[in-house]
């Protein structure tokens, strides 16, 4: 639907037997409405929703338009129903309804990645020229693991697993980005890097098997700073790009975020990545309690890094995170719409309206002119275009908006 907007003419045309939805936690209301909606033109059809916030919080999604919450795993849970001709008793984490009331089975224990298929990437094929990643126009999305032996406290990614790190069998990633047409691939594990001797076994088998493509991935700093040859070694096979979770530039705050790492580690990292000519997309945590000070020292540190790309995310309270059990008393707001990692739904400092001003003036000057000359170089004049037509339009909502 983020591709084609027309719901009404393809439940009209098609009569889904299913329809199913995922999503986090700011795509809660969306869900909440399409679904009344769908069953209000097909009342027979079977709604499902799963993803991260269902398994976090069923009960945001307890409505009678929706028949059921997958929790966990979804792909497996969609195969057992199948199998069993929707017979809810007996499948493991989901909740249904039953004479209007919902009924939650016992939670699923996570599949084997190696037993999932593959995706069948030929569905979506004639949507490949709209799917990017940043500049790369012809990217596609590859998991190799699930889940992170750390515990951040801004994190609720790991809860998923129950606290496990999940992994792939190496020879079925090289199967399948064999069977990719994309020329990028982004991978999407929660961190890449954990398991070197792992990681480092996957680059060499994918330059024997002479598979040429550019990859993005995550990494901690230590993880960098730990392993330099694991990642000159990607670099060899096509590593373009890592993004890295720096969060703050104080060590305070990096105690507070539970990140078990330090600002030398970074620095470590940034110069390691740097010296193999891998860009680093770093991302940081603007917290509620900075200062007017705070904001201008986080710029200073951005710019002393040499950074070529830096994304900045308002301290959000993740449903499943530390951070979320630890604050969820405050909340501003309980609308979830704000959940975007550009709102503050916690109380600031600083005034609201000084936060925001703060926060843009951060985004629109941390990086340097001539650093983002660098990075449009790499975007098609298409792209720019668009981009630069919807950031006008954006501001202009913004202005409209601001005290919203």
Avoid at 71 to 82: P, Y
């Amino acid at each position: 639907m983020r591709l084609e907007r027309r719901l009404e003419k393809f439940l009209v045309k098609e009569k889904p037997a299913i329809v199913g939805f995922t999503g986090f936690a700011i795509h809660v209301n969306q869900i909440n409405r399409l679904s009344k909606k769908i069953k209000e033109m097909l009342p027979n059809t079977l709604v499902l929703v799963g993803g991260h916030h269902a398994t976090v919080r069923p009960e945001d999604f307890d409505t009678p338009y929706i028949n059921l919450i997958v929790m966990g795993e979804g792909c497996s849970a969609i195969r057992d129903l199948i199998k069993v001709e929707w017979e809810f008793e007996n499948i493991d984490g989901i909740g249904y309804l039953k004479d209007g009331k919902r009924v939650f089975n016992k939670p699923r224990v996570h599949p084997d990645l190696d037993d999932l298929p593959f995706p069948r990437r030929d569905l979506v094929e004639k949507y490949k020229g709209k799917y990017h990643y940043d500049w790369h126009e012809d990217c596609a999305i590859v998991r190799s693991s699930v889940g992170c032996p750390f515990r951040c406290s801004f994190c609720a990614l790991w809860g998923i697993t129950d606290g496990r790190y999940l992994t792939r069998d190496i020879r079925n990633i090289v199967r399948e980005l064999k069977g990719i047409k994309a020329k990028a691939i982004y991978f999407t594990d929660d961190e890449s890097m954990i398991d070197p001797m792992r990681m480092m076994e996957l680059a060499r088998l994918i330059k024997q098997e002479g598979i040429k493509k550019k990859y993005y991935l995550w990494s901690r700093t230590d993880s960098v700073v730990n392993n330099p040859d694991l990642f000159k070694a990607w670099k060899e096979i096509g590593l373009e790009a890592v993004i890295v979770g720096y969060e703050s530039y104080a060590e305070e705050s990096l105690r507070k975020y539970n990140k078990q790492a330090d600002l030398n580690t970074q620095q470590k990292a940034t110069r390691i990545l740097q010296d193999l000519g891998i860009m680093i997309i770093a991302t940081f945590i603007v917290d509620q309690d900075y200062t007017a000070e705070d904001f201008s020292k986080l710029k200073q540190y951005v710019q002393q890094q040499k950074l070529w790309q830096a994304d900045f995310q308002i301290l959000t309270p993740f449903p499943g995170s530390s951070i979320w059990e630890n604050n969820r008393h405050v909340l501003i707001t309980n609308n979830w719409d704000y959940w975007d990692i550009v709102h503050t739904v916690l109380p600031t400092r600083l005034s609201l309206d000084e936060y925001y001003k703060k926060f843009y003036w951060l985004v629109m000057t941390a990086l340097p002119f001539w650093e983002k000359v660098k990075l449009m170089q790499k975007y098609s004049i298409k792209r720019l275009l668009i981009r630069f037509i919807a950031g006008i339009l954006y501001r202009l909502k913004g202005t409209a908006n601001y005290r919203t």
